[in-house]
């Protein structure tokens, strides 16, 4: 494999499924669909982080830490799978959320609380001063902390996606089945970068579609571009990625990050009740109205195959009830 150089904790269940959506696509008109189960990757609700956190936590261990720290929104994907993959390795974890914490925890909060991480509110604080300073305070008190980026989103937890698309070829061979298009919800760019470098050292020909969650397209293809070399250099594959060949849509950043509104709502309702399948009110559930939309302006043919990959953040539901049945 690609990652065979790097450490590696091993916690998700892999390879997560690529199912058909059968209704879906014939209930949109619109090109054969495909789903990539990364909603199940298994650890403490699963979801794309946990792909990331292996290489992380590898990294983390191997330089004898004993305590996770990081960052993200109050419902983070990243920091409830960061806690988990902590307790399960006998390590401390520390989360720095935005903002104050809520009278009742909910989602991905809830599931914080449960795992053991200990939660630090920023306040108005800046995040990466209020990251910086957690780290400080674990040293002087004699601590091994490893910061964790926000979204696992450095060249090691990139790599969790390159091997990510590893996987994903290896299980399309197997059924000689071709994927035309990969779309997915693209944010701290850690994902698209990994999958972008994985195509690129395997020759996967199909396009990697990354459908902006809350950046303008240019600065977000930035990010991965840079991503991606670096990543592709830690795998001893230098290539230089250029932003204009990352393909991004940032149609759908709606009233920004977390808003959710019609088009995730509608996504959400369809995707559940053609298919059974939960999405996320932040990322998927974006995500998923992008690709409605792009299927209704045709912007696939028929005949192609399109497969929507599942980054997780299914609790989170829980944590926007009022906000879905608005
Ligand atoms: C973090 C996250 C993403 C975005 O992944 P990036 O690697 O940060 O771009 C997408 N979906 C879900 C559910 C997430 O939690």
């Known amino acids: 494999m690609l990652t065979d150089k790097l450490h590696r904790e091993r916690m998700a269940h892999l390879p997560t499924r690529v199912e058909p959506l059968e209704r879906l696509s014939a209930r949109l008109g619109g090109p054969r669909l495909l789903v990539k189960r990364d909603d199940q990757t298994g650890l403490a609700t699963g979801g794309n982080k946990t792909r990331k956190l292996e290489f992380l936590v590898g990294e ?17 994907n990243h920091a409830r799978q960061t806690a988990a993959a902590a307790a399960r390795c006998g390590l401390r974890s520390v989360l720095v959320l935005k903002g104050e914490a809520p009278p009742v925890l909910t989602g991905n909060l809830l599931l914080d609380e449960l795992l053991g991480a200990e939660i630090r509110w920023a306040g108005d604080q800046d995040m990466n001063d209020a990251l910086q300073e957690t780290a400080e305070a ?43 298009t990969i779309v997915f919800a693209s944010s701290s760019g850690g994902t698209q970068a990994g999958l972008v470098v994985g195509a690129h050292s395997l020759g996967f020909s199909g396009r990697i579609l990354g459908i ?21 250099a830690l795998l001893g594959r230098p290539t230089g990625f250029d932003p204009a060949r990352i393909e991004i849509n940032d149609d759908y950043l709606g009233d920004g990050y977390a808003s959710v509104g019609k088009p995730e709502r509608d996504a959400i309702r369809l995707f559940a009740r053609t298919e059974g399948l939960l999405l996320d009110p932040v990322y998927t559930g974006r995500a998923a109205a992008g690709l409605i939309d792009l299927i209704g302006q045709e912007r696939f043919r028929k005949d192609e195959t399109v497969l929507f990959w599942h980054t997780g953040g299914t609790v989170g539901l829980f944590g926007f009830g009022d906000k879905l049945t608005a």
């Open 212 to 232: 902006s969650v809350d950046q303008p397209r240019e600065a977000l293809a930035a990010t991965v571009a840079m991503l991606a070399t670096e990543t592709a």
């Open 60 to 76: 983390a261990l191997a330089g004898r830490a004993d305590v996770l720290v990081t960052g993200g929104a109050p419902q983070s």
């Open 138 to 180: 674990l040293w002087s008190q004699g601590g091994r902390p490893a910061l964790i980026p926000y979204g696992g989103s450095n060249p090691v937890g990139a790599s969790g996606y390159v091997a990510a698309l590893e996987e994903l070829m290896a299980q399309l061979e197997v059924v000689d089945q071709r994927v035309d």
